[in-house]
């Protein structure tokens, strides 16, 4: 997968964007948030959050397409629940970006363009979802009450804006946090202590975290990472219990 960078004007609607060639879809962390793709026929569709690694063959035809939109947005550009995304993608009857892969990327950033002015997020989600990423490790009832929401309503509300429960987002952004916190110790040259990157991440322990991840990307963080010998043998020691839901 090619990451390519997000205009300016768009950087508040879309948190990326990225060409992807092949026949499988690589190996890497899910992430919570709905996709615009812009298929090799220039068809676009909505692909939902996800909660786990995206397996599958690749459409033929040439490379895909997508335009990662930040979480809440998809509403108010597309006039569609989060939640009723499906994750293997619907059509989205927004025209057709035909053409090479720059200008397939151009007429999908065109599109949401054209509808940023009408775009309104739901404030209150929005400072849950802040607050999910300062600190991942937070109860639900915590963002709530902060909030000012009932735990039921915040549930409702980040459903539609967001397309998965509180929770389970919270949950993938653990993984993220995680993740980014083993590269910053291999670039400064040190072995990630996952046991300490686990509480940091909102983790009980370090095998919750690896439970995490395998349930998630089905292998362990290490498999992620330029170099996998960091691995503390004492990761997989002893069983471990969780309960997921989306």
């Known amino acids: 997968?090619?990451?390519?960078?997000?205009?300016?004007?768009?950087?508040?609607?879309?948190?990326?964007?990225?060409?992807?060639?092949?026949?499988?879809?690589?190996?890497?962390?899910?992430?919570?948030?709905?996709?615009l793709l812009v298929m090799p026929d220039g068809e676009c569709r909505l692909a939902g959050p996800e909660t786990r690694l995206r397996q599958g063959r690749l459409p033929g035809g040439g490379p895909l397409v997508g335009v990662r939109l930040r979480p809440g947005t998809v509403t108010g550009l597309f006039g569609v629940a989060a939640d009723e995304?499906?994750?293997?993608?619907?059509?989205?009857?927004?025209?057709?970006?035909?053409?090479?892969?720059?200008?397939?990327?151009?007429?999908?950033?065109?599109?949401?363009r054209a509808r940023a002015g009408r775009c309104r997020v739901d404030e209150r989600v929005r400072v849950v979802l802040?607050?999910?990423?300062?600190?991942?490790g937070a109860p639900v009832e915590q963002?709530?009450?902060?909030a000012g929401l009932s735990e039921?309503?915040?549930r409702r509300r980040f459903g539609a804006a967001v397309g998965l429960r509180p929770k389970s987002y919270a949950r993938v952004?653990?993984?993220?946090?995680?993740?980014?916190?083993?590269?910053?110790?291999?670039?400064?040259?040190?072995?990630?202590?996952?046991?300490?990157?686990?509480v940091r991440s909102g983790c009980y322990d370090q095998s919750h975290l690896l439970a995490e991840f395998r349930h998630a990307v089905g292998a362990p963080p290490t498999t992620l990472l330029p170099d996998g010998r960091f691995l503390q043998a004492s990761a997989s020691r002893g069983p471990t219990h969780s309960t997921h839901d989306r």
């Open 130 to 136: 802040a607050a999910m990423h300062a600190a991942p």
């Open 1 to 35: 997968m090619t990451a390519l960078p997000v205009p300016a004007d768009l950087a508040h609607l879309v948190a990326g964007s990225w060409v992807l060639a092949g026949d499988t879809v690589p190996r890497g962390l899910p992430y919570p948030a709905v996709d």
């Open 173 to 198: 952004v653990r993984l993220h946090h995680a993740l980014a916190a083993a590269r910053a110790a291999l670039a400064r040259g040190e072995r990630p202590d996952w046991a300490a990157i686990a």
């Open 85 to 112: 995304v499906p994750l293997a993608g619907a059509a989205v009857d927004v025209g057709r970006p035909d053409g090479a892969v720059g200008e397939r990327l151009a007429g999908a950033l065109a599109l949401v």
């Open 143 to 146: 963002h709530a009450a902060r």
């Open 152 to 154: 039921r309503q915040l």
